[in-house]
């Protein structure tokens, strides 16, 4: 089942902006837009934002997403150690008419 | 606070079958979408299938990998999601998540998950 496009790995220094890239297609992330989810090692994924940017209540202002036509971005400003973990973005795609999402990309804060 | 609790893993053999559940409390369980995710070890996120709010009109999904072998079914009375797998296959050890949907918040609510074995 075709999946969104994500990089495998991030790095960034510590207090710096780390932006996150998703690729879809017309079906999925161009039409419905696309959700981030977070996860940290031996957790379940947490939900960051949805349908472009919307965020949940308790979720960092230093985290923002956007879209442009057929790929999504999650920035993060001012890294905090925390915030090292694996990113997903996901999409309901209407012609699978199945949720896809990416490979993940693992952020790491030096 | 909203808990989702999944149960049911663990070790199976191929070819037979397997159910997990779902359970939802403090929420209005039966105005979500219920979904499953699984997780191979060390991989990606992998949706699975889900089944519609009865609102919506409680039909299901499901990836291309599991299609004619899983079925997601629920209980609204008892709170309750299952996933019945059959045929498993030794690809299909994973960490089963079980997530809350509506169609204005996807992906919210999210269980521990169960992890399941499949091997001989």
Known sequence: QAGLTQPPSVSKGLRQTATLTCSGNSNNVGNEGADWLQQHQGHPPKLLSYRDNNRPSGISERLSASRSGNIASLTITGLQPEDEADYYCSAWDTSLSARVFGGGTKLTVL | ?120
């Not at chain 2, 979500?32 to 992998?46: F, H, I, N, T």
């Open chain 2, 1 to 120: 606070e909203v808990q989702v609790v999944e149960s049911g893993g663990g070790l199976v053999q191929p070819g037979r079958s397997l159910r997990l559940s779902c359970r939802g409390s403090g929420l209005n369980f039966g105005d979500y979408a219920m979904s499953w995710v699984r997780q191979a070890p060390g991989k990606g996120l992998e949706w699975v299938g889900f089944i519609r709010s009865k609102a919506d009109g409680g039909t299901t999904d499901y990836a291309a990998s599991v299609k004619g072998r899983f079925i997601v079914s629920r209980d609204d009375s008892k709170s309750i999601a299952y996933l019945q797998m059959n045929s498993l296959k030794i690809e299909d050890t994973a960490v089963y998540y079980c997530y809350s949907d509506t169609v204005m918040v996807p992906l919210e609510y999210w269980g521990q998950g169960t992890l399941v074995t499949v091997s001989s």
